[in-house]
């Protein structure tokens, strides 16, 4: 069983650049892929960025060149740079993990599917 902690929301303006971390705790498997998704109010869930655990990252359109996704592996904690934040990219932001290969295969596809999730940190960006 794995437990995922986000922390690092918070309320910007545009422009503006926060890191959010989420923190694993409990068994790691040794082949894993873990991901960003985020969901706003009335609108559908988005897949942002996913990276397994040999690093290889995939993004979504609307943030590459502004987010980076980066895992600290002896940590266990996975991280979001977001900069240059625009109001669009309000939203609840959650980390995902999972073991399974034809899932993180997937890559940002599969993301909503992933086994384990964290309970949200909130990025709120204002104009």
């Known amino acids: 069983q794995v437990q995922l902690v986000e922390s690092g929301g918070g309320s910007v303006e545009a422009g503006g650049s926060l890191r959010l971390s989420c923190a694993a705790f409990?068994?790691?498997?040794?082949?894993?892929?873990m991901g960003w998704f985020r969901q706003a109010p009335g609108k559908e869930r988005e897949g942002v960025a996913v990276i397994d655990s040999q690093g290889s990252t995939s993004y979504t359109d609307s943030v590459k060149g502004r987010f980076t996704i980066s895992q600290d592996n002896a940590k266990n904690t996975l991280f979001l740079q977001m900069n240059n934040l625009k109001p669009e990219d309000t939203a609840m932001y959650y980390c995902?993990?999972?073991?399974?290969?034809?899932?993180?295969?997937?890559?940002?596809?599969?993301?909503?599917?992933?086994?384990?999730r964290g309970q949200g940190t909130q990025v709120t960006v204002s104009s």
């Open positions: 409990g068994y790691m498997p040794g082949s894993y892929c």
């Open positions: 995902a993990l999972d073991a399974r290969f034809h899932i993180c295969s997937g890559g940002l596809a599969w993301l909503y599917a992933y086994k384990y």
